[in-house]
């Protein structure tokens, strides 16, 4: 069973900056993809950024430019760089490992942008 565990969530003003952590029980080189998923009150679960083993990195629309995926596979942790943030990024952030047909999902980190 893969474990991932999310940190870094908080709140802060619109135009602020996180970085959300998610740590892997084991070599993040052993998932075909590593991705952030959000969720706001009342919406589907929404894909925000992924990363595969080659190092392709996939954006949604609403964050390009201002998120960026990265990876320490020395720590076996995954970060999403989050700048600029705005009040519509108001969501539960989902770290997910994908290996072959297999999702594994992290708990979730809130992330509350408001002045």
């Known amino acids: 069973q893969v474990g991932l565990a999310e940190s870094g969530g908080g709140s802060v003003q619109p135009g602020g900056s996180l970085t959300l952590s998610c740590g892997a029980s084991?070599?993040?080189?052993?998932?075909?993809?590593m991705a952030w998923s959000r969720q706001a009150p009342g919406n589907q679960r929404e894909f925000v950024a992924s990363i595969n083993v080659g190092g392709r990195e996939i954006y949604a629309d609403s964050v390009k430019g201002r998120f960026t995926i990265s990876r320490d596979a020395a720590v076996n942790t995954v970060y999403l760089q989050m700048d600029n943030l705005t009040p519509e990024d108001t969501a539960i952030y989902y770290c997910?490992?994908?290996?072959?047909?297999?999702?594994?999902w992290g708990q979730g980190t809130q992330v509350t942008v408001s002045s």
């Open positions: 997910s490992a994908q290996i072959l047909s297999r999702s594994y």
């Open positions: 084991e070599s993040i080189f052993n998932f075909n993809a």
